[in-house]
C-alpha cells in the first residue's frame, strides 16, 4: 500500500519547509516538494497535511513494557504495557528494559512481549538484564544475548547510586560495558549500557572512573534519571561536558517536581545555556515502571505508574515554554536516540528510513496522527489501531 503526505510542513527533524511524503509499505521512498500518485497505481491513500507539522516517529527508548515496580510487594507490580500506551503518545519505536525485578520478570518473557508488539505494528526493541550485577541474560552470556538475538541491542538498565542496586563495583562495570562493547562491534548494534542513577552520593561517578582507569570510553554508557535531582543534574551537566550521554525522564509526579526533580524542558533548555552539545541528550519515559516513594529509612510509602504519554509534552514544553526551536526539542526523542542506538533506519524523515511519522497541529503541537510502520495508529487523535487484547 502507498501512502502520500501532501501539504505539510516537515521537519526531518530539521525543517524542510513544505514537502510532500510518499511511504510505501514499511517504508519512506520520497521526500519532494511536490509528489504525485504513481500513474496506474489504484491503491494510494492521500492524506492532505495542510495545517499541520509533519514529524519523525518518536522513540522512546527506555520502557518498561513488561510492567515494572514491587518495591512495596506483590501488589504494587505494575501492568504490562498496551499498544494504544504507546501509538497515542506519538511513540512508534521503543526499547524494554527489565528494572528492578529480574526474578518473576525474565529474559525470555521480555523478548516475548517485544516480539508481540512488533506483531501488532510497532517497533520495538530490548536490552539484555535488569538492575542487578552479575547481568542474567537469555543465553548466559552478554556478547551472545547481543550478537545472536535481533532484538536486543545492548545491556540495561543496571543501576547504580541507588540502595535498590547490587552495588558493582568498578570491575564489575567495566566487565559488563567491555562485553556489551564486544557484542554490539561483532553484530553492529550499539551494545551500549543503560543505567539507572539514583539518588545516591556517587552519582555518576562510577561511569567516569571506568572511563578513565580503562579503555571503554564514556559513550559506552547512558545513564537515565539524571533530571532526578539538582545534585545530580549538576554532575549531569559535567558529565555531559567530558563526552558522555545524558537521559532525562519525563515520567514524573508534583511530589518529586516540589522536592527538587528537574522538570524535563527545563533542564533541556539548561544544558544547553551551559554548552552541553544537544547530540549528547535524549529523553525516555520510563513508561509501566513505578515512580515509587520512600521515607528517610528507606522504607516504601507508595507509588504511581510512568507513561509513555508523558514524552512529547516535555519536548513541546519545551518549545512553547523554554523557546527552544522544534527541530532542535525533537532531536532528543528522535534522531538523538536513533543515532546513539544505531538505529540507522529511524528518528528521521529521508528516504530509505521506517515510514514512522507524527502529524501535529501546526498551532497547538498537539499529536493529530501516528503512522508506525507505513500503517495508521492514531488518526484525528483518535487510535484506529487497537493491540490484541485491547
Not at 533542564?267 to 545555556?273: E, G, N
Not at 501546526?362 to 493491540?387: F, N, P
Request: hydrophobic content about 40%; overall charge negative.
Amino acid at each position: 500500500m502507498l501512502t502520500l503526505i501532501k501539504n505539510g510542513r516537515l521537519y526531518a527533524p530539521e525543517d524542510l519547509g513544505r514537502k510532500d511524503l510518499l511511504l510505501a509499505g514499511e517504508k519512506i521512498v520520497a521526500v519532494e516538494d511536490r509528489v504525485e500518485p504513481p500513474a496506474g497505481v489504484p491503491d494510494v491513500e492521500t492524506v492532505d497535511a495542510g495545517g499541520q507539522l509533519v514529524v519523525p516517529g518518536f522513540i522512546d527508548a527506555h520502557v518498561h513494557i513488561l510492567g515494572g515496580g514491587g518495591e512495596g510487594g506483590y501488589h504494587t507490580r505494575t501492568p504490562e504495557i498496551q499498544l494504544t500506551d504507546i501509538t497515542t503518545g506519538g511513540v512508534t519505536t521503543v526499547v524494554g528494559v527489565i528494572g528492578t525485578d529480574g526474578t518473576s520478570r525474565t529474559m525470555a518473557s521480555l523478548v516475548a512481549k517485544a516480539r508481540g508488539l512488533n506483531a501488532e505494528g510497532v517497533t520495538c526493541y530490548a536490552h539484555t538484564g535488569n538492575y542487578h550485577v552479575p547481568v542474567k541474560t537469555l543465553t548466559g552470556r552478554i556478547e551472545d544475548d547481543i550478537l545472536l538475538v535481533d532484538l536486543i541491542l545492548g545491556v540495561g538498565e543496571v543501576a547504580i547510586s541507588d540502595h535498590r542496586s547490587s552495588q558493582p563495583t568498578l570491575d564489575d562495570l567495566a566487565k559488563l560495558a567491555s562485553a556489551a562493547r564486544i557484542g554490539g562491534m561483532l553484530s553492529g548494534k550499539a551494545g551500549i549500557v543503560n543505567v539507572h542513577v539514583g539518588d545516591g552520593g556517587d552519582r555518576l561517578d562510577p561511569l567516569l572512573a571506568v572511563a578513565e582507569h580503562t579503555e571503554v570510553p564514556l559513550t559506552q554508557f547512558v545513564p537515565t534519571h539524571v533530571n532526578r535531582d539538582a545534585d545530580l543534574f549538576a554532575a549531569g551537566i559535567e558529565y555531559a561536558k567530558e563526552g558522555g550521554y545524558v537521559d532525562f525522564t519525563t515520567s514524573t509526579t508534583e511530589k518529586f517536581l516540589e522536592e527538587g526533580e528537574v522538570k524535563c524542558s527545563r533542564a533541556l533548555a539548561t544544558m544547553l545555556d551551559e554548552g552541553v552539545p544537544l547530540g549528547r541528550i535524549t529523553m525516555t519515559s520510563d513508561a509501566q515502571g513505578s515512580l515509587p516513594e520512600f521515607d528517610a529509612g528507606g522504607d516504601f510509602v507508595g507509588l504511581q505508574v510512568g507513561e509513555v504519554c508523558s514524552l512529547y509534552p516535555e519536548v513541546r514544553d519545551a518549545v512553547s515554554v523554554e523557546g527552544i526551536p522544534l527541530e532542535q526539542a525533537l532531536q532528543v526523542i528522535t534522531s538523538n536516540p536513533a543515532r546513539i542506538l544505531k538505529l540507522h533506519h529511524k528518528g528521521r524523515l529521508q528516504t530509505g528510513c521506517d515510514a514512522d511519522v507524527v502529524l501535529l497541529d501546526q498551532d497547538t503541537l498537539e499529536i493529530d496522527g501516528v503512522i508506525a510502520r507505513g500503517r495508521a495508529m492514531i488518526s484525528e487523535s483518535e487510535a484506529v489501531k487497537r493491540g490484541t487484547f485491547e
